[in-house]
């Protein structure tokens, strides 16, 4: 009688097998490109690597492309979208296979078996940046699968790669300019408006278009404040909308808050501004017929007191596709 034992680590699967054959083999799957990033029409090429000791017999080894758009819901959105809950579908982009070994016998030792893949979408579809968020993801992965005996285990192995998609020439953005004041705070009753103290925030943007490969940049001035200043912080948001034609949810979500200043700092001192935008939590802004990714950045701005002052800044990210001046 045969048992099966799985041990997974980051860069092999390795499933061990024994009996009378004391059979023990890894199934691995290795690109050509260590970095495992592509482009759209360029060839993906690698093999598959199966080290055993002793012949093994299989019934077939094949190798599958996949991409897709995996849409989500959030838990308070389902409650307003029932309609079209089950109507939100993976969005395949990518589905090729192709056999790396008919049925036989794999010899005794290491044994490599190329594939290459053209990296070309689904008709009527199209790529989009590699791209893991919360109620979007997009993701682009291999998949080998070893089909074995009756008595034996399948084994399978999957692999992410990434795509990076280049983005249209877009004309150059100039900076943006900004004022924050009392007077200039949305979402507040006016009631309230006079618990808010006086203070007044200026400064500028870079850009509005901003490429996902550059560092987010410009400057904050406080310019005056009648209470203390605990911290600046810049917080970058995704804003993630997912549907289709019964209706939409909209969801935004943190990325990632970084903080520019602490303490009371100095009037008329120019903070710079500097982020870096994450890989694979950003991508280009996308606009699909039935999801939308975009991005925000807040200034905020918070008061010894207690009080929040936040500046919504929306922003399209691109790819390399900035036109020069």
């Known amino acids: 009688m045969r048992g099966a034992r799985t041990n997974t680590t980051p860069t092999t699967t390795l499933i061990y097998i024994w009996g009378r054959d004391k059979q023990k083999m890894s199934l691995d799957i290795r690109l050509k490109r260590v970095d495992r990033v592509y482009k759209q029409g360029e060839l993906l090429s690698g093999v598959v690597v199966v080290s055993t000791k002793g012949a093994m017999s299989h019934a077939g ?42 049925p036989g016998k794999l010899p005794d030792g290491v044994s490599e078996l190329p594939f290459e893949f053209q990296l070309e979408p689904l008709q009527g579809q199209q790529l989009y940046d590699t ?89 904050v001035v406080l310019e005056s404040s009648d209470a203390i200043i605990k911290s600046v912080e810049l917080q970058l948001v995704r804003v993630e909308t997912c549907g289709c034609a019964d209706g939409y949810a909209k969801e935004a979500t943190e990325i990632q808050n970084i903080q520019i200043a602490d303490g009371d700092i100095c009037r ?30 807040n200034l905020v701005v918070m008061l010894d007191d207690g009080h929040l002052i936040t500046e919504n800044f929306p922003i399209k990210l691109v790819r390399g596709g900035i036109a020069t001046k």
């Open 268 to 297: 008329g001192l120019e903070i710079p501004i500097y982020m870096v935008f994450p890989r694979l939590f950003t991508c280009s802004t996308v606009a699909a017929k039935t999801f939308k990714i975009e991005f925000e950045v």
């Open 131 to 219: 791209y893991h968020g919360v109620f979007v993801n997009i993701q682009y992965s291999l998949r080998c699968d070893m089909k074995r005996g009756l008595l034996a285990k399948d084994v399978q192995r999957t692999l992410e790669f990434i795509i990076e998609v280049p983005s249209p020439k877009s004309a150059v953005s100039p900076k943006v300019p900004f004022t924050i004041t009392p007077e200039t705070l949305e979402n507040i009753k006016k009631a309230s408006r006079k618990n808010v103290p006086n203070f007044k925030l200026t400064g500028d943007l870079s850009s509005a278009v901003c490429s996902i490969e550059d560092p987010f940049t410009g400057n």
């Open 61 to 102: 080894i094949t190798i599958v492309m996949e991409g897709s758009v995996q849409l989500l819901l959030s838990a308070k959105s389902v409650g307003l979208f029932d309609a079209f809950y089950n109507s939100i579908k993976p969005v395949q982009l990518l589905q090729y296979s192709v056999t790396v070994a008919e």
